[in-house]
T-cell receptor, first 111, second 115 residues
């Protein structure tokens, strides 16, 4: 089944290029942030997370950057591959343990 | 395959009816989360249980309820269904309670259609 609404921002990148997906979060009190990937017909898949006491965290081919001053989160994907095509969500967690999801960005990888 | 199972995969019912969605977490995971994903509202957190107890509540309607059983599986009950309840319902699980740096694993979802 399709994952998200009809009006998703879309990022189109060439295979092999780096991708940067941005997210603005709403609550300055949020202290935990997660990026998810959702492929068509599947549930969201955890990519990487970061605590508010960190500015940067790296995984395999992915890096999350957190700028608390402007409440901005970004996901960088190195050497983007066709399998990276999906919808990407950021999510923030407040101290009440509620996860609040962003609206998502569709990443299209051109061969 | 995340290891989280959800049944049924698809459910079609009528307005006013009541349905139960079931989720089995990954082996060893104590936390279960329920999410609703609709076209107009994106992915929304509904409720979380940790080891049988409710831990966090999101935008869950009063017509909806959930529980986590001693064997750690969880059920989401949706009653007095309305057309707007049509959505994908996801369950996720993790070892640790929410707020810990612990990955949540999502199931494949149940697609609910209310006619």
């Amino acid at each position: 089944g399709e994952s998200v609404g009809l009006h998703l921002p879309t990022l189109s990148v060439q295979e092999g290029d780096n991708s940067i997906i941005n997210c603005a979060y709403s609550n300055s009190a949020s202290d935990y942030f997660i990026w998810y990937k959702q492929e068509s017909g599947k549930g969201p898949q955890f990519i990487i997370d970061i605590r508010s006491n960190m500015d940067k965290r790296q995984g395999q081919r992915v890096t999350v950057l957190l700028n608390k001053t402007v409440k901005h989160l970004s996901l960088q994907i190195a050497a983007t591959q066709p399998g990276d095509s999906a919808v990407y969500f950021c999510a923030e967690m407040e101290s009440s343990y509620k996860l609040i999801f962003g609206s998502g960005t569709r990443l299209l990888v051109r061969p | 395959d995340s290891g989280v199972t959800q049944t049924p995969k698809h459910l079609i019912t009528a307005t006013g009816q009541r349905v139960t969605l079931r989720c089995s977490p990954r082996s060893g995971d104590l936390s279960v989360y329920w999410y609703q994903q609709s076209l107009d509202q994106g992915l929304q957190f509904l409720i979380q249980y940790y080891n049988g107890e409710e831990r966090a509540k999101g935008n869950i309607l009063e017509r909806f309820s959930a529980q986590q059983f001693p064997d750690l599986h969880s059920e989401l009950n949706l009653s007095s269904l309305e057309l707007g309840d049509s959505a994908l319902y996801f369950c996720a699980s993790s070892v640790l309670p929410a707020g810990e740096l612990d990955e949540q694993f999502f199931g494949p979802g149940t697609r609910l259609t209310v006619l």
